[in-house]
C-alpha cells in the first residue's frame, strides 16, 4: 500500500492540532503506521528541505522548521500521498480552500500547519529521512474490510 509523510509543524504543535490533524487521516480512513514528536535539528531540517535551499527564504524554514517539536507520521493508503496534499490544502493558506487544514486553520505561507510529500520518490525519501524500519509497524484493522 502507498505511504506518505505527513508531520505537524511547530505551529500546529504550539496551536494545539496535532489531535484534529490525526482525527482527519483516520476519520478519511487512511492507516497509521507510525508517529513520534521530536525535535527537528538543524542538519536534518537542510536535508529534509534541501530541494529549497538557494530560495530566498531557506533560512526561515529551517529556523521555523526547528524552533520546536514536531509531530513525525507515515500514514498509508490507496493514493494517500496526493489524496494528503488535497486535504492540506495550497501551501499559502489564504489560497487554501475552507476545509482543508491550511485552509481552516493557516493565515501566512511561513506558518501553514503541516507538511506532507508530494511523490512517490519524496514520500520515500523523507520517511527514511525521518523514521527508522523499526518505527514503522504493520498491523490490520478490521475497518479497513469497510474502507476497501
Ligand atoms: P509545500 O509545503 O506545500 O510542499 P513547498 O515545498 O513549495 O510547499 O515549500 C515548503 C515550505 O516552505 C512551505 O510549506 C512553506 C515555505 N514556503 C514556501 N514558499 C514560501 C515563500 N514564498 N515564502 C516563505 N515561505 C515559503
Ligand atoms: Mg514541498
Known amino acids: 500500500m502507498e505511504k506518505t509523510f505527513l508531520m505537524v509543524k511547530p505551529d500546529g504543535v504550539q496551536r494545539n492540532l496535532i489531535g484534529e490533524i490525526v482525527t482527519r487521516f483516520e476519520k478519511k480512513g487512511f492507516h497509521l503506521a ?3 514528536l521530536m525535535q527537528i535539528s538543524t542538519e536534518l531540517a537542510e536535508q529534509h528541505y534541501g530541494e529549497h535551499k538557494e530560495r530566498p527564504f531557506f533560512g ?3 529556523d521555523f522548521i526547528t524552533s520546536g517539536p514536531v509531530f513525525a507520521m507515515v500514514w498509508e493508503g490507496e493514493n494517500v ?3 494528503a496534499r488535497q486535504m492540506m490544502g495550497a501551501t499559502n493558506p489564504k489560497d487554501a480552500q475552507p476545509g482543508t ?3 481552516d486553520f493557516g493565515v501566512i505561507v511561513g506558518k501553514n500547519i503541516i507538511h506532507g510529500s508530494d511523490s512517490p520518490e519524496s514520500a520515500e525519501r523523507e520517511i527514511g529521512l525521518f523514521f527508522k524500519e523499526e518505527e514503522l ?3 490490520s484493522k478490521d475497518i479497513n474490510n469497510w474502507v476497501y
Open 34 to 36: 507510525g508517529a513520534k
Open 60 to 62: 526561515e524554514l529551517v
Open 81 to 83: 500521498i496526493a489524496t
Open 101 to 103: 487544514i491550511r485552509g
Open 137 to 139: 509497524v504493520a498491523y
